[in-house]
């Protein structure tokens, strides 16, 4: 028994049973040994055929694919050990390595999380205790500021230079984080100096059907801001000194912007009213459409002359007022309104006038009316903001 040998066998799910293994040698020749690397003969396991047959009545009948399996694993120990190696091998280096990756990932600190005050620039940062922050807020908004835009000065209120200051707190809440807002100064400083920028009226001259020529709006100058770039460079050297509430001063001229001269070819549509000859002319891109006699205002109520635009529209409105001397009026019914400014006036029909009014008389209280068929057609081709220039 000692020299046949005995190795477990698999029988089954559940049983082992001894399998006798016969050990013989195969001779090599010298000249195969030297070639292959062996010095000595080759063992060879071989199993005797009535252990074979035993087996094959049991596992190989049942689980044939899992007998060659351990047959061809019998026959290769030596590959089969190196391909468990390789296979444990290689899952321990994906482990470690993974979790070496979290090791120097929980170790690197994003640098979002850094702390603010590791990059201030003197002068535009600060750094304040929580419970001093509304002191130090009121003691910047508080300095005097002093806007010059052309000739005019302008303030500049607390609330608004309060915007100016961006302010963090801290992860524990203790401090607050003060950073000036440059774009923010920029901001509210262009926007309020606009407001004395003045935009230039520009001249309309028109050609009528007898072909005589007139302007029918004078044209007049505005203004404009020089540079913004003036008000930037000073921003970026008054923004130094904004934490210190010593003051600030900022100014930018005002420069001329000139009017221009054009037709009634510059505007989409146009409705010209001649307060003085009582006509009324529509140009359509520059093409005269329509021209119609009306009736303007009377001269204690005059029809407002300038240049307009028509912001309100209504097909049938009720129009209440008061008379020059005091007393009210009511006029139901009046029907295709154009609101061209806030008072009340406007180009709308008129029923309660004969035909013959119209052109010959103005007794409105500022409104420019014609008969209700005509100011029906005008009420259809006119749009919101469509342009209206009364003159004299």
């Given at each position: 028994m000692n020299k046949i040998g005995l190795t477990p066998g698999v029988v089954g799910n559940e049983f082992?049973?001894?399998?006798?293994?016969?050990?013989?040698?195969?001779?090599?020749t010298a000249a195969e040994s030297a070639g292959a690397g062996f010095s000595e003969p080759i063992p060879v396991n071989?199993?005797?055929?009535?252990?074979?047959?035993?087996?094959?009545?049991?596992?190989?009948?049942?689980?044939?694919?899992?007998?060659?399996?351990?047959?061809l694993m019998h026959g290769h120990s030596l590959i089969t050990?190196?391909?468990?190696?390789?296979?444990?091998?290689?899952?321990?280096?994906?482990?470690?390595?993974?979790?070496?990756?979290?090791?120097?990932?929980?170790?690197?600190?994003?640098?979002?999380?850094?702390?603010?005050?590791?990059?201030?620039i003197a002068g535009l940062n600060l750094t304040v205790d929580s419970s001093q922050l509304d002191s130090k807020?009121?003691?910047?908004?508080?300095?005097?500021?002093?806007?010059?835009?052309?000739?005019?000065?302008?303030?500049?209120?607390?609330?608004?230079?309060?915007?100016?200051?961006?302010?963090?707190?801290?992860?524990?809440?203790?401090?607050?984080?003060?950073?000036?807002?440059?774009?923010?100064?920029?901001?509210?400083?262009?926007?309020?100096?606009?407001?004395?920028?003045v935009a230039p009226v520009d001249q309309v001259t028109v050609t009528h059907p007898d072909g005589s020529s007139a302007v029918i709006l004078a044209g007049q100058n505005g203004t404009k801001l020089s540079d913004l770039n003036?008000?930037?460079?000073?921003?970026?050297?008054?923004?130094k000194t904004i934490m210190n509430g010593s003051g600030l001063k900022f100014s930018?001229?005002?420069?001329?912007?000139?009017?221009a001269a054009v037709t009634p070819a510059a505007f989409p549509k146009?409705?010209?009213?001649?307060?003085?000859?009582?006509?009324?002319?529509?140009?359509?891109?520059?093409?005269?459409?329509?021209?119609?006699?009306?009736?303007?205002?009377?001269?204690?109520?005059?029809t407002p002359l300038g240049e307009f635009h028509i912001w309100e529209k209504l097909p049938l409105q009720t129009?209440?007022?008061i008379n020059p001397d005091g007393s009210p009026y009511v006029q139901p019914n009046v029907r295709w309104i154009n609101y061209f400014d806030h008072r009340g006036d406007a180009v709308h029909g008129n029923y309660w006038r004969p035909l013959s009014w119209f052109g010959v008389i103005n007794s409105s209280h500022g409104c420019v009316s014609l008969p209700d068929n005509e100011a029906e057609w005008v009420y259809n081709w006119t749009t919101i903001g469509t342009t209206i220039i009364n003159h004299a």
């Open positions: 082992v049973v001894p399998q006798p293994r016969i050990r013989i040698s195969i001779p090599v071989i199993r005797p055929a009535a252990v074979e047959q035993s087996n094959e009545t049991f596992a190989d009948k049942r689980f044939p694919l899992a007998t060659q399996a351990l047959d050990f190196a391909v468990l190696f390789l296979i444990v091998g290689s899952a321990a280096v994906k482990v470690g390595s993974g979790y070496l990756s979290e090791q120097v990932v929980s170790n690197v600190k994003p640098t979002s999380v850094a702390s603010l005050s590791g990059h201030t807020l009121q003691s910047i908004a508080s300095q005097p500021v002093t806007f010059s835009v052309g000739d005019n000065k302008v303030s500049v209120d607390q609330g608004t230079i309060k915007t100016w200051i961006k302010v963090t707190p801290s992860s524990d809440k203790t401090k607050d984080y003060l950073r000036v807002d440059p774009i923010a100064i920029k901001t509210s400083l262009t926007a309020v100096a606009n407001k004395y920028a003036t008000i930037q460079a000073q921003i970026a050297e008054q923004a930018t001229p005002l420069v001329t912007q000139n009017f146009l409705i010209e009213v001649n307060v003085n000859t009582k006509q009324m002319f529509l140009y359509d891109n520059g093409q005269l459409t329509r021209s119609y006699a009306i009736s303007a205002g009377k001269p204690t109520t005059p129009m209440r007022g």
